[in-house]
Nanobody
Framework: QVQLVESGGALVQPGGSLRLSCAIS????????MGWSRQAPGKQREWVAT???????DYAESVKGRFTIFRGNDWNTVYLQMNKLKPEDAATYYC??????WGKGTLFTVSS
């Protein structure tokens, strides 16, 4: 059974950085794409970033240039490096595998 577990959520200050991790119970070597989404309280879930099997990345305009999605060398972990964090970035972040399998999310807040 495929399981995804996110971690790394914390309280950070505006302008700070944070790295989220997504541990996957299976190898993603043959998986077409992995992604990160987020959902702030009272808002709909929104797509944040995608990483394809070939290494191509794509980002929402709101995070482009600040966030980076990448995978670990073990092919069982996907990361989301977040820099220059803004208060509007605060949300529960979810990792997904081909938009079918989802983790339960990890929360981080931005506050001074």
């Amino acid at each position: 059974q495929v399981q995804l577990v996110e971690s790394g959520g914390a309280l950070v200050q505006p302008g700070g950085s944070l790295r989220l991790s997504c541990a996957i119970s299976v190898s993603i070597f043959s998986i077409d794409y992995m992604g990160w989404s987020r959902q702030a309280p009272g808002k709909q879930r929104e797509w944040v970033a995608t990483l394809t099997r070939g290494g191509t990345t794509d980002y929402a305009e709101s995070v482009k240039g600040r966030f980076t999605i990448f995978r670990g060398n073990d092919w069982n972990t996907v990361y989301l490096q977040m820099n220059k964090l803004k208060p509007e970035d605060a949300a529960t972040y979810y990792c997904d595998m081909i938009s079918i399998y989802w983790g339960k999310g990890t929360l981080f807040t931005v506050s001074s």
